[in-house]
């Protein structure tokens, strides 16, 4: 079974920027959908973005998180997926997943329908 593996997250100063990236070891990451969620000390995870396989058009979907100030992408070469995020904001901190749910389509872009999760990575938005 794929295993996901998130890094890149760390403390950044409000309006600063991170990538974080979302690997899988041993495993064809342009085969799946992949997509990115996050969670905040007693909130929900919510979904930011889902980008589609690369054997389809790779088309990206996006969560009322993740508009406008975060862009998902793949790197098929490096077999990565990537989660862009721009003038970040305190209420941007949380812990950051990549997931997947074995498909090559993006659909509902919700916690439950995915069952393949990464260890998380925090990010943490403070001055």
């Known amino acids: 079974q794929v295993q996901l593996v998130e890094s890149g997250g760390g403390l950044v100063q409000p309006g600063g920027s991170l990538r974080l990236s979302c690997a899988a070891p041993?495993?064809?990451?342009?085969?799946?959908?992949i997509a990115w969620f996050r969670q905040a000390p007693g909130k929900e995870r919510e979904g930011i973005s889902c980008?589609?396989?690369?054997?389809?058009?790779?088309?990206?979907l996006y969560g009322d998180s993740g508009k406008g100030r975060f862009t998902t992408s793949r790197d098929n070469a490096k077999n990565m997926v990537y989660l862009h995020m721009n003038n970040l904001e305190p209420d941007d901190t949380a812990v950051y997943y990549c997931?997947?749910?074995?498909?090559?389509?993006?659909?509902?872009?919700?916690?439950?329908?995915?069952?393949?999760w990464g260890q998380g990575t925090q990010v943490t938005v403070s001055s």
């Open positions: 997931a997947t749910d074995g498909g090559r389509v993006c659909g509902r872009l919700h916690y439950v329908v995915f069952d393949i």
């Open positions: 041993g495993y064809n990451l342009n085969y799946y959908v």
């Open positions: 980008i589609s396989s690369s054997s389809t058009d790779g088309s990206t």
